[in-house]
């Protein structure tokens, strides 16, 4: 069965600093690999996407996130935070069959301080 | 830009009653799903659907639920009988047919149950 572990529950940065959030995930074939943010009340957006090519990933807003199978991960990052990144992001890893559902991870809050 | 859209935000219902969820999904969309979110808590998958049938769904989505495609637009997700623990926030998702997974989100359904 596929899981995905946010180790960080709570991140607080200052605003301008670099960003990493860590997810780790557990699959048995070659995973596809989302992170999502929720601001409060608002529903899933996608940040990005990983499903095979180049290991370092680019999404909206600045993030990027790297795959490194060896260590099955998949962190997402941002050189510098702005005050509106505050929001809870999900890491979820897809199954390859045909239902395609996605397991999530439980999430991290960030917060950022002025 | 084409997105799922939900209703109702908000659905206050008494235990034991039945409760309709309604998505519409992207036009030329072919795969749906439901999720849930209890609060503070993790997504967690309910069910996938495709050409007209279930294609997998997880332990939570017992006898109480039923999902139905009943025109060219509409993705409802039926409780037949609700209990307190049904209370969450209900995501309905779509994607496309093809090699991208990505599954596009609503903004959810917040269902409450006293």
Redesign the interface.
């Given at each position: 069965a596929q899981s995905v572990t946010q180790p960080d529950i709570h991140i607080t940065v200052s605003e301008g600093a670099s960003l990493e959030l860590r997810c780790n995930y557990s699959y048995g074939a070659t995973p596809?690999l989302?992170w999502?943010v929720q601001s409060p009340g608002?529903?899933?957006?996608?940040l990005l996407?990983y499903?095979s090519g180049d290991t370092l990933v680019q999404g909206i807003k600045g993030f990027e996130a790297e795959f490194k199978r060896s260590q099955s991960s998949f962190n997402l990052r941002k050189p510098s935070v702005h005050w509106s990144d505050a929001a809870e992001y999900?890491c979820?890893v897809?199954a390859?069959?045909?239902?395609?559902?996605?397991?999530?991870?439980?999430?991290t809050r960030l917060m950022v301080k002025p | 830009e084409p997105e799922v859209t939900q209703t109702p935000s908000h659905q206050v219902t008494q235990m034991g009653q039945e409760v309709i969820l309604r998505c519409v999904p992207i036009s030329n969309h072919l795969?749906f799903?439901w999720?849930r979110q209890i609060l503070g808590?993790?997504?967690?998958?309910l069910v996938?659907f495709?050409n007209n049938e279930i294609?997998?769904k997880?332990e939570i989505f017992d006898d109480q639920f039923s999902v139905e495609r009943p025109d060219g637009s509409n993705f409802t997700l039926k409780i037949r009988s609700t209990k307190l623990e049904d209370s969450a926030m209900y995501?309905c998702?779509s994607?496309p047919q093809g090699?991208?997974?990505?599954?596009?989100?609503?903004?959810?359904t917040r269902l409450t149950v006293t």
């Open positions: 596809y989302f999502y608002q529903g899933l957006q996608l996407k499903f999900f979820a897809g390859s069959n045909a239902g395609n559902m996605l397991t999530f991870g439980g999430g | 795969y799903y999720y808590q993790k997504v967690e998958f996938s495709y294609s997998e997880s995501f998702a994607r090699p991208s997974h990505e599954q596009y989100f609503g903004p959810g």
